[in-house]
């Protein structure tokens, strides 16, 4: 089965500390840049890249959201989940910021469970002891699986705790804006002191520690023992932090003072009560080469009357950037109940900055999306000014009764990246799957706008057709609706015909407020907080998780704890040419990473299946009989010689060696097992796709 690329933008697993690392896409980056910085060729097109410029705010020189009773106290993480603790404390404060005084602590092992492999072999491909993805959270939270309290779901719960809860979480994050170190100090100050921290990662290697309390490393150079990437939430800021507190790394001094304040999940012991500093020169801090930070905008509060519409729950694992044109229209279906189709917001994923988009609502017709575009009705419209996850509020639209798209038309300008939208697409990190959607037919549908054609495609058969995949991937679009309750007064809604075109919006969401707080500290704080607040998981995606987990002593360490490599970071992937559509449009992927089960370079006509289901299969057993014969060796020769093609799972058992392809070898191999010559191949093993 020829596989259409990649490595992609999850590149750096977050444990307590862990080094092997993979590069992400890094948006605006060099190739050779990254490179010099992995050792690997970074092959996403993925753009993590908000160019974010700052507003003018008049900032303090210093700014502690922990001074201003926005975070809880400081805690431990018990395993390799700091992608957990950093995104739900920033949530957290995010919440405390809004006035939330009674909040209480979020369940970063239920994010844990959440983000692991699924019964049925979808969603992340680690278990809950496994360092996770900075995206996991996103999905997490997006999907509104969570936060739930720490109370309710403690870190002592067990794996069958977590299938027997059935608690609702309180609120569901509707919005998100990444960023880099690529923008602006003061526009990243700004997401601190607006939304109270925001998630960021840094290469917590302990040769860049000083006292138990700075860090900094001041070039990319990758050290001997390798990265440890490491998730937390940044607070605040102060611009005289003193350069020589970090004197003690082995980068040396930074030239100038000044330091990030971030909420660590060591404990108090490390720190200032558990609080510790980033020197604003650090090389890695924000660097997308872990992943985008992003800071927490906007959330829905949850009643039993809003409904959230998805067809995805882990968020977007890549962005859909494989058709060039300038107009395209995304869509995902949803059947709508009585009692549920008053449309309140809609939600979706795009790196596409500067592009602008129209929101409608598109009837069907018969089995699909209908092509008449008399008949899609025109709900709102913007411009995309932030990567990230995007909320229109369209102030309750009453849609029709059963299934209808909500379709998102992104379009490109002068100054924009391409059309696109975030997918919830399968992963692949050299020859390790290490996320599976739970994908299917009829869930999302794609119409390039710019063609002459102007058919509507599932966006399946995309994938299928021009790239012989069977996984495929949903469109991060979601609808969410509400009827009256406590705390979610409704106006009376506005019919949407489906017939003619309404009119839209005049003005876009405002994503990032306009002006400051009015209440800004007059100087720098003096001193830390006694009680260190909690912090809470937050993820980038970035790495593969390592086996072994990182616990965390009960009593205080002499050092951070440490992770050893799982993998020389200066080995590349092993990548193959993309295979492009052979139809107009075509596809963007910068590079393709071979699959294990890659088929030969025949047009071959894969099985469909189901990738959820386990699959079980003998090494050489070609044609799936369950013995290995001399029948199987000669499928083979006849797959060499390209007189007939192997499906997708029988390519799988045919590759003997496991090298990605199937040639005579395989079939000398089975030759010589029939006839009982010993080999150093075994053969007839029972082996287990996705388990």
Known sequence: ?????????????????????????????????????????????????????????????????????????????????????????TFETKLLKDGKADLKAFSPQHANYWGAKREDGTGWQRSFENPGYSYIPLGYLTSWAGPVSDSDFPLTSTQTDYKNFNITPEYGLTEAIYFNNDIERDAIKELIYTYGSVVASYDANPIYLSNDTA??????????????????????????????????????????????????????????????????????????????????????????????????????????????????????????????????????????????????????????????????????????????????????????????????????????????????????????MIFVPQSDYGMSYIMDMGSSRKVIEDVMDVYADNFNDEIGGTFVIKAITRNECDGHPTEPPTEAPTEAPTNAPTQAPTTIPTQAPTTMPTQAPTTMPT???????????????????????????????????????????????TIMPTQSPTVAPT????????????????????????????????????????KDATMIQKHAAQLITLTSREFMAADVNKNNTVNVVDATYIQKFVAGIKINISIGQTCVYFE
């Not at 992995?38 to 974010?52: F, H």
């Not at 017709?365 to 411009?383: E, F, I, R």
Request: glycine residues 6%; negative net charge.
């Open 1 to 89: 089965m020829n596989k259409h690329r990649r490595i992609t933008s999850l590149a750096l697993a977050f444990a307590l500390s862990i080094s092997a690392m993979l590069c992400t896409s890094a948006a605006n980056k060099e190739v050779s840049e990254l490179s010099a910085k992995t050792g690997l060729e970074p092959v996403s097109s993925y753009n993590s890249n908000a160019d974010i410029a700052s507003l003018g705010l008049e900032l303090p020189s210093s700014y502690n959201s922990s001074e201003e009773g926005l975070t809880l106290p400081v805690r431990q993480q018990d395993t390799n989940n700091c992608w957990a603790f950093g995104a739900l404390s």
């Open 215 to 432: 860090f900094y490393c001041a070039d990319t150079t990758i050290p001997p023992t390798g990265h440890h990437g490491h998730c937390v939430s940044i607070v605040g800021w102060d611009d005289d932090y003193s350069k020589d507190n970090f004197a003690g790394s082995v980068s040396g001094t930074p030239s100038e003072n000044g330091a990030w304040l971030m909420k660590n999940s060591w404990g108090t012991h490390f720190g200032e009560d558990g609080y510790m500093w980033i020197s604003y020169e650090d090389a890695w801090v924000f660097d997308d080469v872990f992943g985008p930070s992003y800071a927490f905008t906007k959330y829905e509060p949850l009643c039993e009357d809003v409904k959230l519409y998805q067809n995805e729950i882990d968020g977007a694992t890549y962005e859909f950037t494989y058709l060039r044109s300038s107009s395209i229209t995304f869509m995902n279906v949803f059947d709508f109940t009585e009692g549920d189709r008053n449309l309140d917001k809609v939600v979706f994923e795009s790196t596409a900055r500067g592009c602008e988009y129209t929101i409608y609502y598109i009837p069907f017709d018969k089995d699909s999306p209908t092509t008449d575009q008399g008949l899609w009705t025109k709900l709102y419209s913007g411009s995309i000014d932030y990567t990230g996850y995007i909320c229109a509020d369209l102030s309750d639209r009453l849609l029709p009764q059963g299934k209808g798209a909500i379709g998102i038309n992104v379009k490109k300008t002068d100054t924009s990246e391409l059309a696109s939208v975030g997918v919830c697409e399968w992963l692949l990190n050299g020859d390790k």
């Open 531 to 577: 009680q260190a607040p909690t912090i809470m998981p937050t993820a980038t995606p970035t790495a593969v998780p390592t086996e072994a987990p990182t616990i965390i002593p009960t009593e205080a360490p002499t050092n951070p704890p440490t992770e050893a490599p799982t993998q020389d970071p200066t080995e590349a992937p092993t990548v193959a040419p």
């Open 591 to 630: 590079a393709t990473v071979t699959l294990p089960f890659t088929t030969a370079p025949i047009t071959a006509e894969s099985s469909t299946f189901d990738i959820a289901e386990p699959f079980e299969y003998k090494a050489g057993d070609c044609d799936l009989s369950g013995v290995v014969n001399i």
